[in-house]
């Protein structure tokens, strides 16, 4: 019971992480952001690449990562977003199409077979008899800092009351000077950086391998679907639900099971309450 | 030089004409009224000064053209704006809401919010609250609020008292007469209400169909019966 506890509290707290970004660009710019997941695994591949193919210090590996998500969010949002702004259909199909040609072009530069992450701290640590490892309890811990980082970014900065404006009434934000495109701008910068960080953790609690951005991707949408418009805090808790339903049924089921109930949540949540379990327009 | 020049506007959504060649002048410290039935093309006005609509003509301020400039830009140039529909952030307090408006005048935060909460003292007592819990007249305060925080110099007004009891409609008359007064601020309103109207502003314009139909001051338009008869009902 008290590993189920702390296996679920960890990683949810890496889905957090992992959703987060997501959750911002759907809450800001109401875009499904289906190349999501390949900003995880590029930041996953690009930390492996910096740390350890150039044996590079691994804080180095995450920043160039980091640094990397923030130029896919704004290129994506100045090349495809904005130009086919308002057409959410083209833009969602369009971010779907760039996943997989994002996943080519992985395949073409570390090829297909699957590549272990070293964790990024190593060792393991023994929590009430369970055993837990540094590399999640650490990625846990940076998550909860990021996560409270950004709530304060949003709640306190002029920046985040105006992200919180765009997404709330674009005409109100105009009116009060905030240019809602350079918002947009900020946010998927913001997005981009939060997936690839989470990419770096989530590749190390898993595997690097090409096709590791859709699981990410799945447990986003399922976020944001849970959650209804995504809030901060109503991230947080969706993320928490749905990563103690999968430690659960890893433990008393079967681990085959992992994302089935995942899926089987967001089609009871889209037939039961469509509009999701928090549904309000707030960061 | 005029302070606000409006000169032959057209305004579109999309395909779909809104306003056809209006012209309208404001001096510097003036309360002019824009009224007009529903559909009019009153919010279209303000809209485009604005920078929200698609417009042909031109727009200028203390002589600097305000045509093809994002709301932004607009917002820095001094002008204010209250609309109809309040555009406020729902989930976000009062006090945040405010905090908003002042996302281009940060250095003068201080100052503008002892104003705003001089003129709506209910605003600072109810500062914590979310602005969809609140009341019509409490959300049009918060409105004029927001608008003020941006520090303008023109002040664009939009229907004020629409489905607001007479009271409040009072009070917004009375505060759109201080800030006019004791701040300096050149006001532009649309309204339905010609005694709404016809109470406050020094020159009204009168709009129907998206074209201009007649002009005049103030005295000059209660005092003509057939005008009042044709545009404002008899009032």
């Given at each position: 019971m008290l590993q189920i506890?702390?296996?679920?509290?960890?990683?949810?707290?890496?889905y957090a992480l992992i959703a987060m970004g997501f959750t911002l660009i759907f809450s800001i710019g109401r875009v499904l952001n289906l190349a999501y997941g390949a900003y995880l695994m590029v930041g996953g591949y690009i930390y492996f690449w910096v740390s350890q193919s150039l044996g590079m210090p691994k804080l180095i590996g995450v920043a160039v990562a980091a640094a990397l998500g923030v130029l896919m969010g704004v290129l994506k949002y100045r090349l495809i977003v904005k130009t086919l702004k308002g057409d959410h259909v083209a833009v969602e199909?369009?971010?779907?199409?760039?996943?997989?040609?994002i996943q080519a072009g992985i395949v073409l530069v570390f090829g297909?077979?699957?590549?272990?992450?070293?964790?990024?701290?190593?060792?393991?640590?023994?929590?009430?008899?369970a055993s837990v490892t540094f590399n999640i309890l650490i990625a846990t811990l940076i998550s909860w800092a990021i996560l409270l980082g950004l709530y304060a970014f949003v709640r306190l900065t002029h920046t985040g009351r105006a992200m919180q404006a765009v997404s709330m009434d674009a005409k109100g934000a105009a009116i009060s000077g905030i240019d809602p495109d350079r918002i947009n701008l900020i946010t998927w910068g913001i997005s981009g950086a939060l997936?690839?960080?989470?990419?770096v953790f989530f590749a190390s609690y898993t595997q690097l391998s090409p096709s590791m951005w859709v699981a990410p991707l799945i447990i986003s949408v399922a976020v944001v679907i849970v959650g209804g418009i995504g809030s901060i805090l109503g991230t947080l808790v969706v993320a928490h639900i749905v990563g103690?339903?999968?430690?659960?049924?890893v433990a008393t089921l079967a681990p085959e099971l992992r994302g089935v109930f995942t899926m089987l949540?967001?089609?009871?949540?889209?037939i039961t309450r469509p509009q999701g379990l928090f549904g309000r327009e707030e960061l | 030089m005029s302070y606000l020049e409006i000169e032959n506007l057209s305004a579109f959504y999309g395909k779909a004409q809104a306003l056809t060649d209006i012209s309208i002048t404001v001096q510097p410290?003036?309360?002019?009224?824009?009224v007009g039935p529903n559909g009019a093309g009153k919010s279209t006005l303000l809209d485009s000064i604005m920078g929200l609509v698609k417009i042909e003509g031109d727009i200028k301020l203390r002589g600097h053209s305000l045509a093809g400039r994002a709301p932004s830009e607009i917002v820095r140039h001094g002008v204010g704006y209250a609309p109809e529909r309040?555009?406020?952030?729902?989930?976000?307090?009062?006090?945040?809401?405010?905090?908003?408006?002042?996302?281009?005048a940060r250095e003068d935060i201080q100052s503008n919010l002892e104003m705003v909460h001089k003129l709506f003292p209910r605003l600072e007592e109810r500062e914590g609250q979310e602005t969809s819990t609140q009341s019509g007249g409490e959300r049009q305060m918060v409105s004029f609020g927001r608008a003020l925080m941006t520090s303008p110099e023109l002040l664009l007004v939009d229907e004020p008292t629409i489905g607001l009891a007479p009271k409040i409609c009072h009070e917004i008359a009375e505060v759109v007469r201080k800030l006019n007064k004791d701040y300096g601020l050149t006001v532009v309103i649309t309204e339905q209400n010609a005694n709404f109207a016809l109470s406050l502003a020094s020159r009204i314009y009168v709009l129907e169909s998206g074209r201009m139909q007649t002009s005049g001051t103030a005295d000059e338009l209660r005092n003509d019966k057939r005008l009042l008869e044709a545009y404002f009902g008899g009032h």
């Open positions: 506890l702390i296996q679920g509290l960890l990683l949810s707290g890496l199909i369009s971010t779907l199409i760039l996943a997989v040609v297909d077979s699957s590549k272990i992450l070293l964790p990024i701290v190593p060792g393991v640590i023994n929590v009430a008899g997936g690839a960080i989470g990419g103690f339903l999968e430690v659960i049924v949540l967001i089609i009871g949540v889209l | 410290g003036e309360i002019v009224a824009v309040f555009n406020l952030f729902p989930y976000m307090s009062v006090r945040d809401n405010l905090m908003v408006g002042a996302f281009t």
